[in-house]
């Protein structure tokens, strides 16, 4: 059978054929078809439409810390609501937006302090610095740096713009590429088709939050989902496509289907890079398919509820994360002090270990109750809309610390 690319129609062979991912691969995509698309078309709305995506979800994407099975996600600079500019790790750390230091007289002379965000970047300032102060040798700068975590008492703005030809053509392509797996031709896809390949054609997709498509929604669970359904009664093939359980969009893929009666689903979580079972529901008829694209009011409102769970989710996530990370390290260096095993340290419910982790956990403590004050104030103030409670955050961490046997207090 003759397969010909998408977008130029040219015929495809095993010259010109590449993998397609039909979730893009930027943001979490490891699915992937094969004669759907030519090498060149690949390349163009990869650089162009599934681009606009990757910038779009890139905040969410590191701020959820997506597993991505090939090219970890780069660091990206945000800003902050009042801290300047911060570089946001894929493993969720941050570090400043660019090098400082501090010059303070002295009897002797100045002291200087550097602050950068690894030791390499300290190392490359102060041999800049040293050139002009030649009787400090390099090597005994170094020995006086040394690595210091502190936590950010300030909002990381993450900004997201949905909307768009170039977003939606790659929501729409993405429709296509599984109605492609599934075998249905593409061409079939009048209105789809329409909407990709003409640059003036009205848009076929529209952001839907009416009601919850996915049936019996995974809780605690991000989502990237999309999925298929063809009705030859109704002639509809309609399509959905949900990003970070947030940016949820139908797409009427065309209304002249007269193939099988077929649907036909592909859901994964971002974050710990595995296939779901989700199923998706499309009540639609030829009656009210139309009326769904003038509800803009209800997908405003459904954006910043959806929004607002994805972030609270995220957060408590990324909570229990530093909760681990802090524990393990506490261990770890417990026992290592101790000269003893971290399996006899916990037996044996040491004092020292307890009374170090309080003083190790204590920061990140007053870090979530400063982030809490900060968030009612603004609250109260009318600078801040969020459905975010960082009240649930701080019940999560004690439960937190419950599950693993562990107190707030030191140890009696």
């Not at 400082?100 to 002379?109: F, H, R, V």
């Not at 090597?139 to 949905?162: F, G, H, K, S």
């Not at 036909?264 to 499309?282: Q, R």
Request: hydrophobic letters at 35%; a neutral charge; one cysteine or more.
């Amino acid at each position: 059978m003759v397969s010909n690319c998408l977008p130029c129609k040219v015929e495809l062979k095993e010259a010109n054929k590449t993998k397609e991912h039909i979730i893009p691969q930027s943001i979490g995509g490891r699915r992937t078809i094969k004669g759907f698309i030519c090498v060149g078309c690949n390349s163009k709305t990869g650089n162009g439409w599934d681009a606009a995506v990757a910038e779009t979800f890139s905040g969410l994407a590191l701020h959820c810390r997506i597993k991505r099975h090939r090219n970890a996600l780069p660091a990206k600079l945000f800003e902050t609501v009042s801290s300047g500019k911060v570089w946001l790790n894929p493993d969720g750390k941050l570090f400043p937006g660019k090098p400082t230091y501090e010059k303070t007289p002295s009897e002797t002379g100045a002291s200087i302090v550097l602050r950068a965000k690894d030791i390499p970047s300290v190392k490359q300032i102060a041999g800049k610095l040293i050139k002009e102060h030649p009787e400090v040798k390099l090597e005994d700068v170094m020995a006086q740096a040394r690595e210091e975590c502190t936590y950010l008492n300030d909002y990381v703005i993450i900004p997201l713009n949905y909307g768009g030809p170039e977003r939606g053509r790659s929501f729409v392509k993405t429709t296509l590429a599984l109605c492609a797996e599934a075998g249905i031709n593409s061409r079939s896809a009048e209105k789809a088709l329409n909407y990709l390949l003409g640059e003036d054609s009205e848009a076929c997709y529209t952001f839907y939050y009416s009601r919850d498509l996915v049936v019996e929604r995974p809780a605690e669970s991000i989502l990237h989902v999309v999925s298929i359904q063809g009705d030859p009664e109704t002639g509809l093939l309609l399509g959905y496509v949900e990003y970070f359980s947030t940016c949820r969009v139908v797409v009427v893929l065309s209304e002249d289907y007269s193939g099988d009666r077929i649907q036909h689903s592909y859901s994964l979580d971002p974050i710990a890079g595995c296939e779901l079972n989700v199923t998706v529901s499309f009540p639609f008829d030829r009656d009210n398919i139309r009326k769904i694209f003038i509800d803009e009011e209800t997908a405003k409102q459904g954006l910043s509820e959806a929004l607002a769970d994805t972030l609270r989710i995220a957060q408590n996530r990324s909570v229990n994360a530093e909760i681990r990370k802090i524990c393990e390290v506490t261990l770890e260096e417990v026992a290592k002090e101790l000269r003893m095993t971290t399996r006899a340290l916990l037996s044996n419910n040491h004092p020292l270990f307890y009374e170090r982790l309080q003083s190790k956990m204590t920061p990140f403590i007053e870090h979530l109750a400063m982030l809490t004050l900060k968030n009612l104030f603004r609250q109260l103030s009318g600078r801040f809309d969020s459905n975010i409670s960082f009240i649930m955050v701080i019940e999560d961490l004690a439960r937190a610390y419950g599950n693993q046997n562990l107190a707030l207090h030191g140890h009696d």
